[in-house]
Nanobody
């Protein structure tokens, strides 16, 4: 069973920065793409960023391009989301998730839809004040 534990959320002023971390259990972390999603109150969970198993391919939703950076350290079984120039509209619970397809299945590109991901963390709250 895979467990994902997020950390690093908090309260920050607009324009500030936060770095989220997601630590994964198990020995297969480096075989799977990872993603970050967020859910604001009253809204559906949405894609934020994803990274391939090797780290070579990254995707971002348009609203965070140029401000957020996803990265991973396979030796530490950890994926990160560096968030800069935060805006009040970034306020949400942020979740990390593991792609359901591994590179053993020939998957190269990380997914961007919720239904591609089958393991989820418990979430970490990010609140950006204006």
């Amino acid at each position: 069973q895979v467990q994902l534990v997020e950390s690093g959320g908090g309260l920050v002023q607009a324009g500030g920065s936060l770095r989220l971390s997601c630590a994964a259990s198990g020995r297969t972390f480096s075989s799977y793409a990872m993603g970050w999603f967020r859910q604001a109150p009253g809204k559906e969970r949405e894609f934020v960023a994803a990274i391939s198993w090797s780290g070579a391919i990254t995707y971002y939703t348009d609203s965070v391009k140029g401000r957020f950076t996803i990265s991973r350290d396979n030796a530490k079984n950890t994926v990160y989301l560096q968030m800069n120039s935060l805006k009040p509209e970034d306020t949400a619970v942020y979740y990390c998730a593991r792609d359901s397809r591994s590179y053993y299945s020939g998957s190269v590109f990380p997914g961007t839809s919720l239904d591609r991901y089958n393991y989820w963390g418990q979430g970490t709250q990010v609140t950006v004040s204006s």
